[in-house]
Each structure stands twice: as structure tokens, then as C-alpha cells.
């Protein structure tokens, strides 16, 4: 049997009872018991045909009455979706049956201690109920091994089973439930390793990562002042009109197109994207990792959003333009919520950079002296004059070119 074949057979298994709309880590739970319940299944049937051949037709009812129990709640869950009945018949089942097998053989010494399987009750209630319904497992696990060692001297006599024969099952039972619980805690720890992985990139794809990684750490507040940062503020001149005669669906296709373009754009230039807002783009250089360049590195991205813009209306015959305002000064960085995160900016550097585009002109870049300060080759700057900030006065004020 081929591993591509082992593969689709696993898969088919592990489909059984999955329900639309499940969460994730139910999924995984209803996943790793069925896997669980089909594995010691298989090998039930070992000891099942092993105890016939050898003539003890009581003991092979034990695990054959593990099979019954298996294939009716599997069934049932197949066809209901009812986990809470397969997960308590599988924990029951293998918390009671291997202790009726120990006993009906004679004891710990003639069945070769088979009630270790009754250990994957509570291992498999720790797992699929949780740490607070696992210890009556535990502890029931607990009292079924001291009342067999009570009651083991006064069990009724049983045949023997030859010494070569109790070896190989004391080999089997212990090597049996080695396999069943490292293969399931394997497949649900390997699970878990992927469900954190995920979570950990839609982390980083809401939060800078160096703040990502804070936040993972157990960094409770988040915050940080930073001295010189530029702030960048781009909006879709008169896309609410637009948007009135378009479908929702392409409305959200092309902000989508254009802030996924956007987005690049600030990968490539080295800003962090703070957020949107509406048909609005906002991204930062400077923060969170202070960086020397922030100006320059915030004025190529700009002079590219035009171009990618213009590119975009080129290839789909839209009519849009982009206005974009750009200030260099002081802002205070961190994040805010609980449940659900956002990094953001405060302070000077975005109010005036949030002024400078408002003020300013479809197609153009529009920055503050602070940021015309700052910038060399590469850029040509043409004076707009004295402009009036609402809140801040006369302002001397540019539109950036490429140089």
C-alpha cells in the first residue's frame, strides 16, 4: 500500500463526523478521537482472533466488545454529529473493558497486565474533555487498579497462559498503548504546532512584527515615543461617488486591488502600514523601528502609489487620481484592545500629515517643510507657498516630484 494510498484512506477516516461550520479546535478534538477509536480498534482485533485461537472465547469478548462499542458510536456520530456520545462510549469502553479482560484471565500476572490500556481513558479525557473532567477519569483509572490488585488473589483459577505467550502480550499490551497514545498526541500536538504557526502569521499580518513578538511574550502595555517619524496619508479623490454607482462586491475588488498594491509598495519602501480607513491609507516610516531615512523611504512610496494608481486606471479604464500628504515630527506608537488588536500612531506627525493631504491636490504629493528638510536626490520639490493648516496656522508647504 502506497504512502498516497495510506493518505486518502486517513483522510477518509478522519472525515467521518466533520461538520460544516465547526471550529478549529473542535474539528481537531472530533479528528483525533476518531482517529483514536478506528487505531485501537484495529488492534482490538488482535486480541480478539488471538484469544479465540487460543481458546479463551470469555477474555476475546472484552475487546470485541470494544469493536461493537467503536463501530455503533462511530456510526452514530457519522450519521448525528453527536460528539459528546462517541467521545464519553470510547472513554468508557477502554476505561472498563481491559480491567473485565484482566480479570476474566486470572490477573496481572495471566493477562500480562492488560489493564495498562485503561491509562488512555484519562489521557484521552485530558485531551478531548480538558484538565477539570479528566481527573474523574484519573481518579476511576486510579480505583479499577487498586480494586484489582485487592481482589487479584481471590479471582477464580484460570488455565496459565504459557510463559512464552504472557511475554508476548505483556510486550504487546505495553507496546500497543505506547503506539495508540504517541500516534494520537503526536497527530494532535503536531496539529496544535500548525494551528499556532497560523495564528501566529494573522499576528503578524495585523501587527508590526517586532510588536508581535512583544505581545507574545506577555508585554501586557505597549508603548512607545518616538521622536522623529514620517507619517503617510493617501486617499481615492472622489471614490465615494464611484462607489454609489458600483456593485458592493466590486466596490470591495477595487480597494482590494489597490491597497494590496499599496501594501507591496510599503514592503518594498520599508513603512509600516498603520491602517485604512474607508477608501483612506495610512502607513508610517520610523516605527516601530526608528530608521534614519524615514522621509526619503516615506516619499519614494508615495511617488510609486501614483504610478501603481495610474497603472491600475490604465489596465481597467477607471478614472481616479490619489491625493497624498506627507509630515515628518514626534508621534507615540502602540496597541490598543484586548480581544482584538490594532497598532496605531498619535500625535503631531499624523495630524499634519493627515492636513497635508486633505489640503492638497488630486495627483500630487503634498509635504511639510519638515519633510522637505529632509529629502535629497532623487526628488525635486516645487514651493506651494503658505498654505492655512486649520488648527495650526500658515504653513509653508510643497508638492514633491520625482527628481
Request: charged share 20%; hydrophobic share 50%; net charge neutral.
Amino acid at each position: 500500500m502506497t504512502a498516497t494510498t495510506l493518505g486518502r484512506a486517513r483522510e477518509r477516516v478522519l472525515a467521518i463526523g466533520r461538520r460544516e461550520g465547526d471550529p478549529r479546535e473542535l474539528r481537531l478534538r472530533k479528528e483525533a478521537l476518531v482517529l483514536t477509536a478506528v487505531t485501537i480498534s484495529g488492534l482490538a482485533t488482535i486480541w480478539t482472533l488471538t484469544y479465540l485461537v487460543l481458546g479463551r472465547p470469555l477474555a476475546a469478548l472484552a475487546p470485541l466488545a470494544f469493536q461493537v462499542v467503536s463501530v455503533v458510536s462511530l456510526v452514530h456520530f457519522y450519521r448525528t454529529g453527536d460528539f459528546n456520545v462517541l467521545r464519553l462510549a470510547q472513554i468508557v469502553a477502554i476505561l472498563v473493558l481491559p480491567f473485565a479482560l484482566q480479570w476474566s484471565l486470572g490477573g496481572f500476572d495471566n493477562s500480562s497486565a492488560v489493564m495498562v490500556w485503561a491509562f488512555a481513558a484519562p489521557l484521552g479525557a485530558l485531551v478531548f474533555y480538558g484538565p477539570s473532567r479528566a481527573i474523574i477519569f484519573f481518579l476511576a483509572y486510579i480505583g479499577l487498579a487498586v480494586f484489582s490488585g485487592i481482589i487479584d488473589p481471590l479471582l477464580p483459577a484460570v488455565q496459565p497462559m504459557p510463559p512464552v505467550l504472557r511475554l508476548a502480550f505483556f510486550v504487546l499490551n505495553i507496546g500497543g498503548v505506547s503506539i495508540v497514545t504517541y500516534a494520537v498526541l503526536q497527530y494532535f500536538v503536531h496539529a496544535l504546532v500548525a494551528e499556532q504557526e497560523r495564528s501566529d502569521r494573522l499576528l503578524r499580518n495585523v501587527l508590526p512584527e517586532a510588536i508581535a513578538e512583544r505581545l507574545k511574550s506577555g508585554e501586557q502595555l505597549i508603548a512607545n515615543d518616538h521622536p522623529q517619524v514620517t507619517v503617510l496619508f493617501a486617499d481615492v479623490v472622489n471614490f465615494t461617488p464611484l462607489a454609489r454607482r458600483e456593485e458592493a462586491s466590486s466596490v470591495i475588488a477595487i480597494l482590494d486591488e489597490l491597497f494590496s498594491r499599496f501594501d507591496a509598495l510599503a514592503e518594498k519602501h520599508g513603512l509600516e502600514k498603520i491602517k485604512t480607513m474607508g477608501d483612506a491609507y495610512m502607513a508610517v516610516a520610523g516605527a516601530p523601528e526608528p530608521r534614519p531615512d524615514h522621509a526619503p523611504a516615506a516619499a519614494r512610496m508615495a511617488l510609486d502609489m501614483l504610478d501603481e494608481l495610474q497603472g491600475y486606471c490604465a489596465a481597467t479604464g477607471r478614472e481616479m487620481q490619489l491625493r497624498v500628504g506627507v509630515h515628518s515630527g514626534h508621534a507615540v506608537a502602540g496597541v490598543i484592545g484586548k480581544r482584538k488588536f490594532a497598532y496605531d500612531l498619535w500625535g503631531d506627525a499624523v495630524n499634519l500629515a493627515s492636513r497635508m493631504e486633505s489640503q492638497g491636490l488630486p495627483g500630487r504629493i503634498h509635504v511639510s517643510e519638515a519633510v522637505a528638510r529632509q529629502l535629497g536626490d532623487g526628488f525635486r520639490l516645487k514651493e506651494r507657498g503658505t498654505v492655512e493648516i486649520k488648527g495650526l496656522g500658515a504653513m509653508r508647504t510643497y508638492f514633491v516630484e520625482r527628481g
